[in-house]
């Protein structure tokens, strides 16, 4: 019996695209990567067609195709899958959304580099101070908080504060996010406002000294006090986040992150809105000393309630999840001291995206 076959595909105008030799226990999804590799495809973008017209996929064997050692095959391509770039990233939205998706990486970047300065700074006065200690027990247990609140700091960014954690909380069926794009897309933005009063008070303290010395020092605090909350005027709205693009349900790990936007409709609108902000800075003002004001975006669905809008989430197709992807396989990575691996091992196999969702709104009645 023969050890091995060998493979012929062919488009589907009848053109030889390659030959290659397959062991005699392949399977139909190890072909299907063989040949994705051999053509430079990504193995959900084809499906493989015998000479029966039957589908090869799955976990069969594909020895039942064979005819005198020989398998005939026809490479079918997919029609509408979005193309990742060289980074694994796919456009989502039929409209492009240009400038935006790349400050949102930018940002990212930005943060992490703020992040690894304060680590660097952190450990900089930790372990050389200015003044070194001469008491090897003191450089000892700076030594140890340094790495102590290092894996700390290392554990709450790893489990809560990245975007493959986030996502891995929320690893669902892509239907299902699918589902929950279309979800926001229906709900009704209500923009807000809140102005939150504040003053400094300089308070006193009284220091007892090691050697019964007593110090006064002064230190100044803020005081929050009055808060306005002021909805913005809103009569009409609509979404123009546009068509997800076809295709996103071949993909076999997805990776996308959300973000969501909203812009006055017109110009009445937009001095509406102007007038509002106005108005609440001058009742702040007039309540205490000083006042930041910040502006916040809600989400109401179609049954009058709040929506939770989640900036990240991974999704997978098939009937159950690979023991590897999940959020409980991550953490335990995450405890090791293997978090960059891990996230760099879903960053290679998955496919990312970035989706923007864009609301209007009317200050004001339309007219007909």
């Not at 006193?204 to 808060?227: C, F, K, L, M, S």
């Not at 809103?234 to 986040?241: A, E, I, K, L, R």
């Amino acid at each position: 019996m023969a050890r091995s076959f060998r493979v012929v595909l062919a488009s589907l105008g009848g053109e030889d695209l390659c030959t290659m030799e397959v062991p005699y226990s392949t399977k139909a999804t190890e072909l299907k990567h063989n040949v994705a590799r051999e053509l430079a495809l990504y193995p959900y973008t084809f499906k493989l067609i015998a000479a029966s017209g039957a589908a090869v996929e799955g976990n069969e064997c594909i020895r039942h195709f064979a005819e005198d050692g020989r398998i005939d095959l026809t490479v079918v391509k997919i029609d509408g899958i979005p193309s990742p770039d060289s980074r694994g990233y796919v456009q989502l939205q039929a409209q492009p959304t240009g400038a935006p998706v790349q400050i949102s990486r930018t940002f990212l970047r930005t943060k992490q580099a703020v992040g690894a300065f304060l680590f660097v700074a952190l450990g900089r006065c930790l372990l050389f101070p200015r003044k070194l200690s001469k008491n090897p027990r003191t450089l000892t247990r700076r030594r140890r908080c340094f790495w102590a609140v290092s894996y700390v700091v290392y554990l709450l960014e790893a489990l809560l504060l990245n975007r493959t954690a986030k996502g891995l909380m929320l690893l669902k069926q892509t239907d299902s996010i699918l589902e929950y794009i279309e979800k926001i897309k229906s709900c009704r933005p209500a923009p807000e406002l809140n102005a939150q009063c504040y003053h400094i008070e300089t308070r006193t303290q009284v220091i007892t000294n090691e050697d019964g010395t007593i110090d006064t020092e002064t230190y100044e605090v803020r005081v929050d006090t009055a808060r306005f909350l002021e909805p913005l005027r809103v009569s009409h709205w609509t979404d123009v986040t546009g068509d997800v693009m076809y295709g996103l349900r071949y993909f076999p790990l997805f990776q996308v992150h959300f973000d969501v936007k909203w812009e006055a409709a017109d110009e009445r609108t937009h001095r509406d809105h102007q007038q509002q902000r106005e108005q609440l800075h001058v009742r702040a003002q007039a309540a205490d000393d000083s006042h930041d004001i910040s502006e916040k975006l809600r989400l109401i669905d179609e049954d009058g309630q709040e929506c939770t809008f989640r900036s990240d989430m991974i999704g997978t197709t098939g009937g159950s999840f690979p023991v590897w992807l999940g959020y409980f396989p991550y953490a335990v990575c995450c405890f090791l001291g293997l978090s960059w691996p891990y996230r760099y091992c879903l960053s290679q196999q998955a496919i990312k995206g970035d989706l923007i969702f864009r609301k209007q709104v009317w200050s004001h009645a339309l007219e007909n």
